[in-house]
């Protein structure tokens, strides 16, 4: 995490960048033997208006990453090509903020594997701000 944290603002809690443009935050979700593969994640992603949020834009990359008996240091290795990428505009020219649903398709994770993981990262690109309030 780099500049990102969670923050309540008008009764509305999410996870913003803090750290202004670059700012990255990331998640990962480890598969197991029991669960599903996963085939896509849906994004809760607050837009708005006004200069705070003018040119706001969130990139989502999903990688998959494959586990084994030893430990990985991400930063002996190239980083892998993302299985998937959006971006996401926090501005409309709508007087509200509101959440939308954003989702991203990917090729489910885990189906031939029961040791490979989600990686997400979220990116402020654009703008000065942005919020995230879900995650599916």
Do not use: C
Not at 72 to 94: R, T
């Amino acid at each position: 995490n780099s500049g990102w944290s969670f923050a309540e603002d008008h009764g509305k809690l999410g996870l913003v960048p803090e750290g202004g443009i670059n700012s990255t935050v990331t998640l990962e979700f480890h598969n197991n033997a029991t669960s599903h593969p996963i085939r896509s994640v849906t994004l809760m992603a607050m837009k708005s208006f006004g200069d705070k949020w003018a040119n706001s834009s969130v990139r989502v990359q999903a990688f998959e990453i494959q586990q084994n008996d030893e430990t990985v240091d991400d930063e002996a290795f190239p980083p892998l090509p993302p299985i998937a990428s959006i971006e996401i505009l926090g501005f409309h020219d709508s007087k509200t903020s509101v959440s939308y649903k954003e989702s991203i398709p990917i090729s489910m994770i885990g189906a031939a594997s029961s040791t490979s993981s989600l990686r997400l990262t979220m990116e402020l690109v654009g703008g000065s701000t942005a919020k995230i309030m879900g995650l599916t």
